[in-house]
C-alpha cells in the first residue's frame, strides 16, 4: 500500500473539509449546536464535517472501516480502520476562537500508520506516515531537545465532564506552575500532540482522552523523535482515556511525577 499518496491524498481532504468548516463557522446559529452532556457540544457542522470525511475516504481504501466521534459511519474494517475527529476544539469552534482541527488517523490492525492534523483557523497542517519524517506544511518538523519538566512548557486539557479525577489534576497543575515554565490549554488534544511534534510544547497530559482525539497526534508524535505512554507507562494508549506525550527526553520524569498523583 502506498502510504504516501494516501496520506497527500489525505490531506488535501482535510483541507477541503477545512474549508467548508472554516466558511461555515462564520454564519454559525445557536440553533445548529446540540449539547451532548455537560460541557460537550456538537454542532450541524461537526456532522457536516465527519458526513463528508467518510465519504471522501471511504473511495482511498475500499476495505477500510471507521471510528468516528459523531458515528456517522460505524463499519468497522478487519485491516484497516480511519479514525476521525471532524472538530477538535467544538467548544472553541461555536465560539469563534481557535484553535480547532480536523485530526485523521489510519489504523491497521491495532498500529497507526497515517496521520493528519489539520489546525484551520491556523491553516497549519500537520503529517506523516508510516516510515516518513513528520512535516508542516512541507517542512519537516522534530520534537523539542529540552532535557528536563522545570525548562519544559507543558501542554493539558481541562475535563469537562469526567471530573473523577478533578482534585488529583489541580494537584498536578499546581505542580507544574511551580516546576516548569508553564502549563498551557488550547482546547484542541490533537493540536496540543502537533504542538509536541513541531516542538513548540515539550509535553503534554490529559485525561478522560477518546482516540479520535489522539490518534493522528501521537503517530506525528512517534515520526517526529518523541514518546507517548498512559499514565503507568504503558504504550498502549489509543483506548486507555489517558495520555502523556512529550519529546522523549522529559518522559520519564513526566511519568514519575503524575503517576502516583494521578493513579486511580
Not at 124 to 132: D, N, Q, R, V
Request: a negative charge.
Amino acid at each position: 500500500m502506498d502510504l504516501q499518496t494516501i496520506c497527500l491524498q489525505t490531506i488535501e481532504i482535510a483541507k477541503e473539509v477545512g474549508e467548508y468548516i472554516r466558511t461555515s463557522g462564520k454564519v454559525l446559529t445557536q440553533k445548529q449546536i446540540e449539547t451532548k452532556g455537560a460541557n460537550d457540544f456538537v454542532t450541524e457542522i461537526d456532522k457536516g464535517s465527519e458526513d463528508r470525511l467518510v465519504k471522501k475516504l471511504a473511495p482511498l481504501i475500499t476495505s477500510a472501516g471507521f471510528i468516528t466521534e459523531e458515528e456517522t459511519n460505524t463499519t468497522r474494517g478487519v485491516e484497516y480502520n480511519w479514525i476521525i475527529d471532524p472538530i477538535d476544539g467544538t467548544t472553541n469552534f461555536i465560539h469563534g476562537v481557535p484553535p480547532h482541527a480536523i485530526s485523521i488517523a489510519l489504523m491497521q490492525n491495532k498500529g497507526i500508520v497515517l496521520g493528519v492534523v489539520y489546525e484551520i483557523m491556523m491553516d497549519e497542517c500537520f503529517y506523516s506516515w508510516l516510515g516518513a519524517p513528520a512535516y508542516c506544511n512541507g517542512k519537516e518538523i522534530h520534537v523539542s531537545q529540552t532535557n528536563s519538566v522545570a525548562q519544559s512548557l507543558i501542554g493539558t486539557g481541562f475535563p469537562y465532564n469526567d471530573y473523577t479525577l478533578i482534585n488529583q489534576y489541580g494537584i498536578a497543575m499546581n505542580y507544574f506552575m511551580q516546576h516548569s515554565h508553564g502549563l498551557r490549554r488550547l482546547g484542541s488534544a490533537a493540536t496540543d500532540l502537533a504542538y509536541v511534534a513541531c516542538g513548540r510544547y515539550d509535553s503534554f497530559f490529559e485525561y478522560s482522552l477518546k482516540p479520535w482525539d489522539i490518534a493522528a497526534g501521537i503517530f506525528l508524535i512517534q515520526q517526529a523523535g518523541g514518546a507517548y505512554s498512559n499514565f503507568s507507562g504503558s504504550n498502549d494508549v489509543l483506548f486507555s482515556g489517558e495520555l502523556i506525550a512529550s519529546n522523549g527526553k522529559t518522559q520519564q520524569e513526566m511519568i514519575d511525577i503524575l503517576q502516583p498523583i494521578l493513579k486511580k
